[in-house]
């Protein structure tokens, strides 16, 4: 009995001291897994520089003493970004000379704009870049307006944001990838162009800055990411680097609130005496006339290149002018050319235009050489690459237009209403006035050797195209009777775009009359395969204008950029001057 007890005991002993190595190793166990939850929490919250190519480091040498006896600190890889963005600068340092990663150019975005404004925003912004020598930084996001049916936005992968928080529900937009529209790096093979996203990653790895999540740091620290307003950015990396110097500039005063008499030009290096404005040369003596090497020439003028502003914003037309140059002397008046490229040259890292970068309808300067007027001509018509899918839409919808058509030429119209009456810059007017004028329009238009001698002899006099003034009278029957002539002269297929497809009265009375609108061209097929382009009204404006661009005449709404992005498609593709008009234009001309 005593050696089974003895026996016993000492298997109670053995399990005794089995159980306190156990419960030993999971203290132990546990403190290891406490420390490194805290580390990890403690340096997400805290990011720091590289150093030594560890990505997350112990924050003190006090914390390294008291846990180097535990375990030693675990290498973790990059976060996925950081290597991406490490490749995409080691990329583009291979690609592309000096200046791309050295002298940037950025702008407050006004995302509110619609989406023919922004497009215009790039234009600019790139002609600025080139003429500075600059990256330009373009927005990331870009903001749609008109969500046609609520279940295909949220297809697209965008969400919905109030860029004001306000009621108003023109703030209300679906913030989406700017690749939804243009193809940036198509557009990079031309233009030092980066996005805000991909800017703020090359200044974190720049400076060895580690984050899971660098939108979310970055909006941590007060930044504002659509770069609507970019300084707020920009005082982060200023703060973070001493070296990343900052200029802000306000461009809009200079460029169009000069005082007269103030000519602005592109660069001022092409002119002869780079515009400094020389004492007025002294009329040659007879003695020094004889000897012709020695004769002053006084060259009072310069020729300058132009874009012709036009209130749809378009480059549908170019021109040359002669200037008349102001000397220093006060004996001969005339322009003083004044150097966009001189006025802001800057040795700051980063040139931040604030508040504006372009002003409605009107170019900002004149260029000194025709090279230069062409380069940024070639931006707006062949740098600002859509992105394939777009480009596959035009096409689909307009190959859908012309086999409805029987493949005849067309007419293509816009009517623009929307913001126009609330700004005033258009009034709301009768269906039956507006639809008068889309018939009028189509008759100057018609097919003139495919229409009988009756048709040529309309009188004008008795139809009206405008609202009358209170009290002011019409001949109805004679105004119908005249209406239903030209109607019967209409010969050619018509494509009307308008945002004023509410309208169901107009819109039905110019399908009455053999119009043919967008819906008319979404087939199943196109849904399915271009949900994101279905959903919302600002793409497919980029339909109507392709469709518009290609018809044999167009007739614009003036002031409306989507006019303007439809006469440049027209450049680009060749078709002739003359052929488009705004139809204010084609009223006045009728008066």
Same mark, same amino acid.
């Given at each position: 009995m005593s050696q089974i007890s003895l026996a016993r005991g000492l298997q109670r002993i053995k399990l005794a001291y089995i159980l306190i190595l156990a419960s030993a190793f999971v203290v132990v166990r546990t403190i290891l897994n406490l420390y490194h939850v805290d580390r990890d929490h403690f340096l997400k919250q805290q990011p720091e520089p590289l150093a030594d190519h560890i990505p997350y480091k112990?924050?003190? /040498? /006090?914390?390294?003493?008291?846990? &180097?006896?535990?375990? $030693?600190?675990? !290498?973790?890889?990059? *976060?996925?970004?950081?290597?991406?963005? !490490?490749?995409?600068?080691?990329?583009?340092?291979?690609?592309?000379?000096?200046?791309?990663?050295d002298r940037y150019l950025v702008y407050d975005v006004h995302m509110w704009l619609g989406l023919n404004n922004i497009r215009y925003g790039l234009e600019m912004t790139n002609n600025y870049g080139i003429v500075l020598n600059r990256t330009v930084i373009i927005p990331s996001k870009i903001f749609a307006r008109n969500c046609i049916q609520h279940e295909l936005c949220q297809l697209t992968g965008g969400k919905l944001v109030n860029l004001a928080e306000s009621t108003d529900p023109i703030f209300s937009r679906w913030e989406l990838d700017i690749n939804t529209v243009w193809d940036v790096e198509e557009m990079r093979k031309t233009l030092n162009v980066m996005t805000t996203e991909e800017f703020n990653r090359v200044m974190l790895v720049q400076q060895g800055i580690v984050v899971e999540d660098p939108e979310a740091w970055i909006a941590s620290q007060g930044g504002d990411l659509s770069f609507s307003r970019a300084f707020n950015v920009l005082k982060i990396y200023h703060d973070l680097d001493r070296k990343i110097t900052v200029d802000s500039q306000l461009v809009l005063d200079?460029?169009?609130?000069?005082?007269?008499?103030?000519?602005?030009?592109?660069?001022? +290096? *092409?002119?002869?005496?780079?515009?400094?404005?020389?004492?007025?040369?002294?009329?040659? &003596?007879?003695?020094?006339? !004889?000897?012709?090497?020695?004769?002053? $020439?006084?060259?009072?003028?310069?020729?300058?290149?132009?874009?012709?502003?036009?209130? /749809?914003? &378009?480059?549908?037309e170019t021109a040359q002018h002669t200037v008349p140059?102001?000397?220093?002397?006060?004996?001969? &008046?005339?322009?003083?050319?004044?150097?966009?490229? !001189?006025?802001?040259?800057? +040795?700051?890292?980063?040139? @931040?235009?604030? /508040?504006?970068? @372009?002003e409605f309808a009107a170019f900002p300067f004149k260029f000194t050489t025709a090279a230069a007027r062409d380069r940024y001509v070639n931006v707006a018509l062949h740098e600002m690459a859509l992105n394939s899918q777009i480009r596959e839409a035009q096409h689909y919808v307009l190959a859908k237009l012309l086999a409805m058509i029987g493949n005849k030429p067309y007419l293509g119209f816009h009517y623009r209403v929307g913001d126009f009456v609330q700004y005033s810059w258009s009034w709301n007017e009768p269906a039956d006035i507006v639809i008068r004028r889309f018939i009028y329009a189509s008759w100057i238009f018609r097919d003139r050797s495919n229409t009988t001698s009756d048709c040529e002899e309309i +009188?004008?006099?008795?139809? @009206?195209l405008r609202a009358l003034p209170p009290g002011g009278q019409i001949d109805e029957v004679a105004e119908a009777a005249t209406t239903e002539h030209m109607k019967r002269c209409m010969n050619r297929p018509f494509y009307f775009a308008t945002d004023d497809s509410a309208n169901l009265g107009f819109v039905q009375g110019l399908k009455s009359i053999g119009g043919i609108a967008m819906d008319d061209l979404l087939d199943r097929e196109f849904v399915l395969k271009y949900p994101h382009i279905t959903a919302f009204g600002d793409y497919q404006g980029l339909l109507d204008q392709w469709i518009l661009a290609n018809s044999e005449y167009f007739v614009g709404a003036a002031m409306s950029s989507l006019t303007g992005g439809a006469l440049n498609m027209r450049r680009k593709i060749g078709k002739p001057g003359p052929t488009a008009v705004l139809m204010a234009e084609l009223l006045n001309g009728r008066k």
């Open positions: 112990i924050q003190s /040498e /006090e914390q390294r003493h008291f846990f &180097s006896h535990l375990a $030693a600190p675990k !290498q973790r890889p990059l *976060p996925k970004w950081f290597v991406e963005t !490490q490749e995409f600068i080691r990329r583009m340092e291979t690609n592309r000379p000096y200046p791309f990663f200079f460029l169009f609130r000069n005082a007269p008499g103030v000519e602005i030009v592109d660069d001022l +290096d *092409p002119l002869p005496d780079k515009g400094l404005l020389p004492e007025r040369p002294s009329e040659p &003596s007879p003695t020094e006339a !004889q000897e012709e090497t020695k004769v002053v $020439a006084i060259q009072p003028e310069i020729t300058l290149w132009t874009v012709v502003s036009r209130t /749809e914003m &378009s480059m549908n140059i102001r000397w220093r002397d006060t004996g001969y &008046s005339g322009a003083a050319p004044v150097g966009f490229k !001189q006025r802001f040259s800057s +040795d700051a890292k980063v040139l @931040h235009f604030q /508040e504006g970068i @372009h +009188d004008l006099s008795t139809i @009206h």
